[in-house]
């Protein structure tokens, strides 16, 4: 059997960083499996995941589905390569606020306040506009630039004007924790055109490491357990053996492993057959993804956007919900350009065009949640999410609320001008409830920020299932360490989150 002192699960986001960062040190054999391909430079990588400009919705992905709401399931992309969704999504690198890591510290993680996390979130980028302000950081493994002025689209460009006219302030660097406002988008590469993944960023520089071995191409079907102990994972009916196992699966893929690995709510794992080692009733529950919405215009025939990034320009302001609200949890972005062969399947049948632009909103903060189970054992059988949209009454004055933001901005006379009509709504569904829920039901969609599947907490929470130092509550060797264990939503898009919490569960690894 071939034996590794650390095996990390899942080579994205948040796996890339743990591998890179415990195979520092050259004693510790690291393996790093990954059910998607490796490509070890630019030369290798396919344009899909090189063009930073536009999402790989398909040719790097699971090709997964969800249940929306109750009547209605959607494409679920989740990225299957090393660098995992970071590898294959909009490169938005934008910090939680204070606030957001306040509360995880408040849910029984003080290691995890905003104070604790500033220092990882500053260390892991090379910002390349402000390293040497406050708050930033020069030299770090993630690239972060922002769009220059001149690099704007017409329609951005119009966003911006039309947000600044409507009494938003200008924002020039959207990472700062007291801004709020218009501003451009802040993004995981060094120039225009080339995302940088989380695999280019560490695993890249990490190549020559003896000890790091990087295994693409193989699904790990289960942690391999003895009693309440893991001691390594079953690939492919093989055994590899470790002193300790790191899930980094992902939101939707580590809360499936461990199930399938018998740590999950008891009575569900028996009626699937699996033999209990843990009874975790927190595993798959809680799930928390961002829904969005918008308004949307069909271009007119000789209109720009084949090429253009997706958005350049991104309003976050504060909504008006009440005593819920949190300071920047309502996101407004221009978007050059849905291609409506992968989002908002409805507004294809009406939109009569192949793609539409549009004021897009995402309500950082739903208060619906869903949850990630299994419905067999097989490892080859998808996991089911069902994303559980709109449960919780309160998200649609939410929505609502968004879809009148979107309408106003969308509605400034240089954006209209580039559009034939708007599609799907009207005038009258402002101010109408009825017609407002029927578009909700429609047009909400997902923007692909799943966490909270593994949530940290401590032992006395039965909700939880790691504790804040990423262990899995009552099974040793065992630890999961990436978006599924954010214990509440960040008012932001959660990469840099994610980056950031590997980073500090490397460092609690690397001390034990
Ligand atoms: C389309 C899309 C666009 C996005 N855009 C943005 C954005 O612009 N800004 C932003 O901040 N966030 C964005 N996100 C979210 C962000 O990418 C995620 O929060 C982040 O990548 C999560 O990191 P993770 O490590 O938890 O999961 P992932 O990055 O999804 O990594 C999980 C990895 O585990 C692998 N894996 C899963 N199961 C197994 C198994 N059984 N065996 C072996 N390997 C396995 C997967 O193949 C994958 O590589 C986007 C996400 C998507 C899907």
Redesign the pocket.
């Given at each position: 059997m071939r034996r590794f002192d650390d095996i990390v699960?899942?080579?994205?986001?948040?796996?890339a960083v743990l591998a890179a960062r415990l195979s520092e040190e050259g004693g510790r054999r690291v393996a790093l499996?990954?059910?998607?391909p490796h490509y070890g430079d630019t030369a290798a990588t396919p344009a899909d995941l090189l063009d930073g400009n536009a999402?790989s919705?398909v040719q790097h992905s699971?090709g997964l589905t969800a249940a929306l709401t109750a009547r209605r399931r959607v494409p679920f992309?989740?990225?299957?390569?090393?660098?995992?969704?970071?590898a294959?999504?909009?490169?938005?690198?934008?910090r939680g606020t204070p606030a957001d890591y306040d509360e995880w510290a408040a849910l029984g993680n003080p290691l995890w306040s905003w104070e604790q996390t500033l220092p990882t979130l500053t260390a892991l980028e090379d910002d390349l506009d402000y390293g040497d302000r406050e708050f930033h950081a020069a030299g770090g493994p993630i690239p972060i630039r922002r769009w220059r002025a001149h690099e704007l689209t017409p329609l951005q460009q119009a966003f911006l004007d039309g947000c600044t006219a409507a009494g938003h302030s200008y924002v020039a660097d959207h990472n700062h924790p007291a801004s709020s406002g218009v501003g451009a988008i802040p993004s995981?590469r060094r120039d225009a055109s080339v995302r940088v993944s989380?695999a280019m960023a560490y695993l890249w520089p990490a190549r020559d490491r003896s000890n790091l071995e990087i295994i693409p191409g193989?699904?790990?079907?289960r942690v391999l357990m003895r009693d309440q102990q893991a001691v390594g994972v079953v690939?492919d009916g093989e055994e590899l053996s470790a002193r300790r196992v790191i899930l980094?699966?992902?939101?939707?893929?580590?809360p499936?492993?461990l199930w399938r690995s018998g740590v999950g709510p008891a009575d569900e794992l028996r009626r699937l057959g699996i033999g209990v080692h843990a009874d975790l009733p927190g595993v798959g529950a809680g799930l928390i993804d961002q829904p969005r919405i918008g308004v949307f215009l069909s271009p007119k025939p000789d209109a720009a956007g084949e090429g253009a990034p997706t958005g350049q320009i991104v309003l976050r302001t504060t909504s008006s919900s009440g005593s819920t609200s949190r300071f920047n949890d309502m996101y407004y972005a221009m978007v050059n350009r849905f291609d409506l062969t992968h989002h908002f399947p409805k507004l294809r049948e009406v939109a009569g065009a192949r793609s539409v632009f549009g004021v897009m909103a995402v309500a950082r903060r739903p208060h619906s949640r869903g949850r990630v189970f299994l419905e067999s054992a097989d490892?080859s059988t998808p996991p089911r999410i069902d994303l559980g949209y709109l449960t919780d009454e309160r998200d649609y004055p939410l929505l609502a609320e968004a879809v009148r933001g979107c309408w106003d901005l969308a509605h400034s006379p240089k954006i209209l001008d580039q559009g034939q009509e708007v599609v799907l709504v009207e005038q009258k569904t402002l101010s109408d409830e009825e017609l407002m829920r029927n578009y909700i039901d429609d047009a909400v969609d997902s923007a692909?920020?799943?966490?909270g599947t593994a949530r940290m907490g401590p032992e006395s929470d039965e909700t939880a299932v790691v504790d804040q130092r990423c262990a899995v509550h009552g099974v040793g060797g065992l630890y999961v360490a990436?978006?599924?264990v954010m214990p509440a939503m960040v008012c932001?898009?959660?990469?840099?989150s994610?980056v950031m919490i590997?980073e500090r569960a490397a460092g609690f690894l690397a001390c034990r």
């Open positions: 699960v899942g080579a994205g986001g948040a796996g499996i990954e059910a998607g999402m919705l699971w992309p989740q990225g299957k390569v090393t660098g995992g969704s970071s294959v999504g909009n490169t938005v690198a934008i995981t989380t193989c699904r790990v079907d690939v980094a699966a992902g939101a939707i893929g580590s499936a492993l490892p692909y920020n799943p966490v990436d978006a599924s932001a898009n959660t990469l840099l994610v590997a």
